[in-house]
Structures are given as C-alpha cells and as structure tokens.
C-alpha cells in the first residue's frame, strides 16, 4: 500500500506541470485571440460585422481574464506565462496559421 502511494504522488508531481504547460499555451492562445479581435475591430464595414467582432472581442476578453484567474490559482507568474524572452507570435502569425488552416 505504501508503494501505490508513493507512486500515486509521483504520477501527481509530474502532471501538475504538465497541467501548467496546457494552461501556459491556452494563456498564450487566448492572448492572440484576443489581439486579433482588437485588430479585426480596426476593419469592419458594415454594421452586422461589427457586432460580431465586438462579440468576438468580448468573448476574447472573457476567456483571457478567466485563464489568468486559473494561471494565478496555479501560483504561475508574467514571467511563466510569457516565457524566457524568445519571440512571441504576433496576430499576424495567427491570421496566417487560420488561413493556411493549421
């Protein structure tokens, strides 16, 4: 019984970070969404597509705020979130990867 229950916390250990590394990634992705919103907003036409973008942009809002809220649950950090300081993908890099449908 012993051993299951050192191995049972073993198997814990090493999925907080993984759990971590998810959130870190849906941070970031909410983050873009979010960006890319923001940029859409700036060349909408019509009213209809404006309100979709600004639903857009307030769902993004949301679901940014709601992961942050999870990240600092988590006791994770900017410096977590953000990373070691390589570049970061910009919005532009997200519109392409949609539009190359990756």
């Known amino acids: ?4 229950r050192l191995l049972r ?3 814990e250990r090493n999925q ?5 590394v998810k959130l870190i990634e849906e941070i970031n992705k909410a983050r873009m969404e979010w960006s890319v ?6 060349y909408v036409l019509e009213e209809d597509q404006i309100d979709y973008v600004i639903f857009m942009l307030e769902a ?3 679901r940014y705020g709601m992961l ?3 990240a600092k649950k988590m006791d994770l950090n900017m410096l977590d979130i953000i990373g070691d300081g390589k570049r970061k993908p910009t919005s532009h890099d997200y519109m392409n990867k ?3 449908g990756e």
């Open 1 to 4: 019984m012993r051993w299951t």
């Open 98 to 100: 949609l539009s190359a």
């Open 68 to 70: 942050l809220r999870s």
């Open 60 to 62: 993004a809002e949301k």
């Open 37 to 42: 919103a923001q940029e859409r907003l700036n």
């Open 9 to 11: 916390s073993t198997k």
């Open 16 to 20: 907080i970070p993984n759990e971590k």
